[in-house]
């Protein structure tokens, strides 16, 4: 539990870290829809890290049922979820996913980052909408995964 906690700390400052270094412009990245893409998966892996940050104090603290035969899934998460915050901007900004919140006179990146924090939040609902969105679009069936009753998951 420890090996993890102290992992995701250590993503967490580095990711922070990334970011302000993008702000400053210490990090050169010329195109803005890269600098938005990593924006967003930076708010992904942070919203990641939360979850997980979250799960081991619920399952450590509050439930008393810590297992690491979850361990794997601690440190693979946060990652995963730096991975659906760039996506969740691919879909924004390909229009396959629309924001329903009125868009201010002076529009900023600001939905782009709340949807990539969420989505790498949850990263299970977030993959299950993009399949409904590939099913409904493209006629892609569901994965077998998505498919099954998760009602045992945890953390």
Known sequence: MKCAFAYLIILLI??????????ANRISIFDNF????IYCGLCGGIGGVT????????????SKNWDALWLPWYFIRPIVS????VVSCLFLKAGLI????????????????????????????????LEDIAQVSWGIKKSRT????????RP
Do not use: H, W
């Open 146 to 153: 998505a498919q099954k009753d998760d009602s045992n998951a």
């Open 82 to 85: 730096v991975v659906c915050g």
């Open 51 to 62: 979850y997980c940050l979250r799960g081991i104090y619920l399952n450590a603290c509050v």
């Open 14 to 23: 580095i990711y922070c870290i990334a970011g302000l270094l993008i702000v």
């Open 98 to 129: 629309l924001l329903e919140a009125q868009q201010p006179a002076n529009p900023t990146n600001l939905a782009f980052y709340a949807l990539a924090f969420i989505a790498g939040l949850n990263v299970d609902k977030f993959i299950e909408k």
């Open 34 to 37: 890269i600098r938005l893409a």
